[in-house]
């Protein structure tokens, strides 16, 4: 029975073993024999005092003894025993007195050198544990190009700042930097002398704020702050911020000048300001600064709650300018271009209308200017193009080919893809030529970048596509633009038209067009003919063109056709020119 009880013994992962009441030990595993390093055998019928220490007898006696006879259970104890080699070893150790077996002890061991050193490895893990948190929680909220902290972190403490500023009665500003042209840098230089710039711009926005709040890079070329101090205060920090930009850096042996655009708003703004998000004032601070770019750039703008009503208004009608794309609300006007002297119609000009379902038709001049450089002048200008080809194509297979000259944006013209895209309809329409669509550019729309809308224009004017230039004469750069842009005609703006009669200088300014027209070998068309003097006068100028309520209002495409009969059995206009 008992090599049956030592076999089963040997399953226990700690020394184990079985004293009767006079300490002797009368079952022991192999656990504990090769803890003290001798065989089990030779621990049988001895007395476990025989490997303690002269401290761990006292302890037993005095204490251990008198709490199992007591509780019957006693966990924990640390004890030390001297194994055969004479080394001591420390122990902890658990014991159970069992009354039903004549008083023996069962006694459990471990090594408590092996155990202290796994407490230490663990507490070592956790230490390591709470670093690598630490890190994790850092990476999380911070920038790693500059250092700063990130848009997470700002978020957080704007909340906070929020809650703070209602309670404390107190005003801060969050002021919204974006680098003006940045991209060129990237572009012209590569990201690693970028990132360095953006390393640079870190640093004098951190010695100009000093310790007035908070600094974050919020994310590419743009860096958001929260300010403490008076508007006074903040408003002169912010600009001398600006004129530090400003100053040239020297990376390497490249020499950069960038300039930066500010938005600010304050907080609180009165009644609303409980129920004002943080990402609703940083979206106010990127709406001011985007008002300081369209002042020049390298500016400060504030906030004001007008402009705030004017966005949600203008974010309205972006949705609702879609929803009309998406629901065939859009309509293309036909108004004719022709030449008064011969009275030949030389093609017509499309002109969008809107359709809407509650407030009737729309005229372009109330929602175009609203999408100005925004993608859906891109989307509308598409639909357009679209629209204007595929009416070519109908008008084809009915044996009338009419050109059709449509406005295109700047904005849109400069866009990725353009010349693909304009190809790509002309291939979905293959009997319609190239020749037959003309592009009428406002003149201001060219203004930023000449070189590449002259580009963009010579491709168009290699695959047959002809090129006006709209509303001639009321930008302050036309004849830059007649001497660098590909164009085929001038458009005297209709202003001029309109006033020629009774103004002197509007008709002296239709005299100068016409005459830049003529040294330039370029066609000329004078938009806003409304009445036979007009018609008579400008054609005495010599300038045959023309379009406008005299000749024809726009009419949907359907009607053209019946336009086109009676302007050529019209008897005035046969007078006209005589």
């Known amino acids: 029975m008992q090599q049956s009880a030592q076999i089963d ?79 001591r070893i420390p122990v902890i150790a658990n014991a159970n007195l069992h009354s039903d077996l004549d008083e023996c002890i069962s006694w459990s061991f471990f090594n408590a050198s092996q155990r202290d050193k796994l407490f230490q490895e663990l507490v ?30 700002l978020t957080s403490r704007l909340k906070q700042k929020m809650v703070q500023a209602l309670q404390e009665q107190q005003t801060f500003a969050l002021a919204f930097l974006d680098l003006d042209n940045f991209k060129q840098i990237n572009d012209e230089f590569g990201h690693h002398i970028g990132d360095k710039v953006l390393g640079f711009i870190a640093g004098r926005i951190l010695h100009s704020v000093n310790d007035m709040g908070l600094v974050s890079r919020f994310g590419g070329d743009e860096f958001v702050f929260i300010l403490d101090g008076d508007k006074d205060s903040i408003t002169k920090t912010l600009t001398n911020l600006l004129s530090h930009i400003v100053q040239p850096m020297t990376i390497g042996a490249i020499q950069l000048h960038i300039s930066g655009s500010i938005g600010v708003s304050y907080y609180p703004q009165g009644l609303n300001s409980e129920h004002l998000e943080p990402d609703q004032l940083i979206r106010q601070s990127d709406q001011a600064m985007y008002g300081a770019k369209l002042k020049g750039r390298n500016a400060l703008n504030e906030f004001n709650i007008y402009e705030e009503s004017q966005e949600i208004k203008r ?48 005229m372009p001049n109330d929602f175009l200017p609203f999408i100005s450089n925004h993608p859906l002048e891109i989307h509308i200008g598409q639909w357009v193009i679209e629209t204007a080809i595929k009416q070519m194509s109908h008008w084809i297979d009915q044996d009338h080919p009419i050109g059709i000259s449509v406005n295109i944006a700047g904005y849109h013209l400069q866009s990725s893809g353009f010349m693909d895209n304009l190809l790509e309809t002309f291939r979905r329409y293959p009997n319609v030529p190239y020749n037959l669509l003309e592009l009428e550019i406002l003149e201001t729309s060219a203004i930023d970048d000449l070189h590449q809308v002259d580009s963009i224009l010579s491709e168009c ?39 020629m009669l009774e103004d002197e200088n509007d008709l002296a300014i239709l005299t100068g067009v016409i005459g830049f027209a003529n040294a330039f070998k370029r066609n000329v068309i004078a938009e806003g003919v409304e009445t036979r003097a007009h018609m008579e006068n400008l054609i005495e100028l010599g300038c045959d063109w023309g379009q406008g309520y005299f000749i024809a209002r726009p009419m949907p495409a359907k009607k053209l056709q019946e336009w086109m009969t009676q302007w050529r059995l019209n008897p005035i206009l046969s007078a006209v020119t005589h």
């Open 315 to 362: 974010n309205q009608l972006h949705d609702d300018i879609l929803t009309a794309a998406d629901h065939h609300q859009f309509e293309l006007y036909y108004q004719p271009k022709v030449n008064m002297r011969t009275h030949e119609i030389l093609g017509v000009e499309a002109l969008i209308r809107w359709n809407h379902p509650e407030k009737g038709l729309i």
């Open 461 to 499: 004017k290699m695959i047959g596509v002809k090129i006006s230039l709209d509303d001639f004469g009321t930008g302050y750069s036309s004849l830059s633009h007649l001497k660098k842009l590909t164009v085929d005609t001038l458009k005297i703006d209709q202003t001029f038209v309109r006033n």
């Open 124 to 153: 070592e893990s956790r230490r390591l544990l709470e670093q690598q948190s630490i890190k994790l929680k850092q990476l999380a909220t911070t920038d790693s190009l500059t250092g700063l902290p990130n848009r997470t972190l």
């Open 9 to 87: 013994l040997n399953y226990i992962p700690s020394g184990y073993i079985l004293t009767n009441k006079d300490r002797e030990i009368i079952l022991v595993n192999d656990y504990f024999a090769d803890l003290f390093g001798t065989p089990s055998a030779y621990l049988i019928h001895r007395s476990m005092f025989d490997f303690f220490t002269p401290a761990s007898k006292i302890l037993c006696d005095s204490y251990v003894f008198p709490l199992l006879y007591h509780h019957s259970s006693h966990e924990e104890i640390r004890l030390t025993f001297i194994n055969s080699a004479g080394e």
